[in-house]
């Protein structure tokens, strides 16, 4: 649905016993489960469970908007139209304001050919403000699962017992009102999450496996230490990109309009 990249089902999978128990569960937990599912092609459970979260008392209109577009999603990738624009208009009408989304997914975007899903988005009104955080959330959201791939590969070749540093985007805190910024910005705290703890995963086995070739082969200490240089050039690495592409808001106008009146402003 949202969610970018295939690496979500390896973390999930790596996720599933690794949540604290006893906690009381905030939208994060809820929605990594429901993703959880979607990637597992478990689409009729996660179109009720997106329904069960949007009727329960307390959910807030912008997370109702959110999951009638994932309930959307989900339709079209079941090759269910009808009830895939019904949810889409919902979703508007709830006030989904990502237009950037549905235009560039695989199982909507074909959907809008047909006139009440392009009179449904068309709808979609958004601020300039709320555009670009929009813009930047979706971006941030595929750098988060690039570095969480490149993390992986790293910890498959290092040999010392450092724990990896993980540099994380801060989310804009801007105030708005808009259901797709609000809903995005939980997606991208989803994806750090899952980064984190797969990458802490990755580390325990990367230890374990070092400190036993490290008995078989008697490992030098020079490589120890280059391993543990190389990692930390990459954190800096990383955090160096993540400083240079930093949300920065910038005035902007209050105007609700189309997505396409905010598309030149950030070239």
């Not at 009408?93 to 235009?103: A, N, R």
Request: aromatic letters at 6%.
């Amino acid at each position: 649905m949202l969610r970018i990249s295939v690496i979500l089902i390896i973390l999930f999978a790596f996720l599933a016993g690794a949540r604290v128990k006893g906690t009381q569960p905030d939208y994060v937990d809820r929605l990594m489960k429901l993703s959880e599912l979607s990637s597992n092609q478990q689409f009729r459970e996660a179109i009720n469970g997106y329904k069960k979260l949007e009727a329960e008392p307390g959910t807030p209109e912008w997370l109702k908007a959110g999951c009638e577009y994932e309930i959307a999603e989900l339709y079209a990738s079941m090759n269910d139209a009808d009830n895939a624009i019904t949810a889409l208009t919902r979703a508007v009408h709830l006030g989904f304001d990502d237009c950037l989304s549905p235009p560039l997914s695989e199982h909507v975007g074909p959907l809008l050919k047909n006139p009440t899903a392009t009179q449904a988005v068309a709808g979609m009104m958004i601020t300039e403000g709320d555009f670009r955080e929009l813009f930047w959330l979706k971006s941030e959201v595929e750098h988060a699962e690039h570095d969480a791939r490149m993390m992986i590969t790293e910890n498959m070749n290092r040999v010392d017992q450092h724990d990896t540093e993980i540099p994380q985007a801060q989310l804009p805190t801007r105030p708005t009102t808009s259901a797709g910024v609000r809903y995005w910005r939980q997606q991208l705290l989803l994806i750090q999450r899952a980064q984190r703890e797969f990458v802490k995963k990755s580390d325990q086995e990367r230890m374990i496996h070092a400190a036993s070739m490290t008995v078989i082969s008697g490992g030098s200490q020079s490589a120890v230490f280059e391993s543990a240089r190389l990692a930390q050039a990459a954190a800096e690495s990383r955090k160096a990109e993540i400083r240079k592409r930093a949300f920065v808001p910038v005035a902007s106008s209050d105007r609700l309009k189309p997505c396409s009146a905010w598309s030149a402003s950030l070239r």
